[in-house]
């Protein structure tokens, strides 16, 4: 009857993991979302937003309720994992690299909307901010291209591509959303905020499918 309820248990199991990664539309055979994974993937987006956030603080002198936000999603970002996991800083240097990538556009939007707050910032730190996305963006890119070029990469060719792909994507909106800053107009930095939203969604394409999908 043991032997029974741990078979019946394994096969519930087994659908969940077909239903999940058909969700995602990955076969289930070859690739598969790690929950603990993706609780480590927060904690270490948290951990480099700090340098960011703190670094606009010091270069655009916003007033102090951008600290107390920024800090507040930094708290909600780590929290699960620390809850679960402890307080863990054996970190890989290349998933702390790549991350970085969505933390430094996180940064990006947070204090472009905190433009609304305060008009008088200067965008010196933005654009620095932004530079620093452009250029990592860029990097990860051509290691990826590399990487297909080598056929060292784990992941399918054509998800291999679609990385690369989205890679430059970011690089592109990134650099948009830095010539916008350019617009002295209240617009630009509007502009800005916007583009970086959507540099955000396509490299949390490309880091999380380097991260998360195995």
Same mark, same amino acid.
């Given at each position: 009857?043991?032997?029974?309820?741990?078979?019946?248990?394994?096969?519930?199991?087994?659908?969940?993991?077909?239903?999940?990664?058909?969700?995602?539309?990955?076969?289930?055979?070859?690739?598969?979302?790690?929950?603990?994974?993706?609780?480590?993937?927060?904690?270490?987006?948290?951990?480099?937003?700090?340098?960011?956030?703190?670094?606009?603080?010091?270069?655009?002198?916003?007033?102090?309720?951008?600290?107390?936000?920024?800090?507040?999603?930094?708290?909600?970002?780590?929290?699960?994992?620390?809850?679960?996991? &402890? @307080?863990?800083?054996?970190?890989?240097?290349?998933?702390?690299? %790549? /991350? +970085? $990538?969505?933390? !430094?556009?996180?940064? =990006?939007?947070?204090?472009?909307?905190?433009?609304?707050?305060?008009?008088?910032?200067?965008?010196?730190?933005?654009?620095?901010?932004?530079?620093? &996305? @452009?250029?990592?963006?860029?990097?990860?890119?051509?290691?990826? %291209? /590399? +990487? $297909?070029?080598? !056929?060292?990469?784990? =992941?399918?060719?054509?998800?291999?591509?679609?990385?690369?792909?989205?890679?430059?994507?970011?690089?592109?909106?990134?650099?948009?959303?830095?010539?916008?800053?350019?617009?002295?107009?209240?617009?630009?930095?509007?502009?800005?905020?916007?583009?970086?939203?959507?540099?955000?969604?396509?490299?949390?394409?490309?880091?999380?499918?380097?991260?998360?999908?195995?």
């Amino acid at each position: 009857m043991p032997r029974f309820n741990l078979l019946y248990k394994n096969t519930i199991l087994h659908e969940k993991s077909n239903i999940f990664s058909f969700i995602f539309l990955l076969p289930n055979k070859v690739y598969s979302i790690k929950c603990m994974d993706l609780s480590e993937y927060l904690y270490i987006l948290g951990l480099a937003l700090v340098p960011f956030i703190l670094y606009i603080g010091y270069s655009t002198k916003p007033r102090n309720g951008f600290y107390y936000l920024s800090f507040v999603i930094i708290l909600a970002l780590t929290l699960p994992s620390i809850i679960t996991n &402890g @307080i863990t800083l054996d970190l890989g240097i290349v998933s702390y690299l %790549l /991350i +970085s $990538i969505n933390a !430094s556009i996180l940064a =990006l939007m947070l204090i472009g909307h905190w433009f609304l707050v305060d008009p008088t910032i200067n965008r010196v730190g933005m654009k620095q901010v932004a530079k620093f &996305g @452009i250029a990592s963006s860029a990097l990860a890119m051509l290691n990826e %291209l /590399i +990487s $297909i070029t080598n !056929s060292t990469s784990l =992941l399918s060719p054509l998800l291999d591509y679609v990385v690369a792909g989205l890679f430059l994507a970011t690089c592109l909106l990134v650099s948009g959303a830095n010539f916008s800053l350019n617009e002295r107009g209240y617009s630009g930095v509007m502009a800005a905020t916007g583009l970086s939203y959507l540099s955000f969604l396509t490299s949390i394409g490309a880091v999380g499918t380097l991260l998360l999908v195995s």
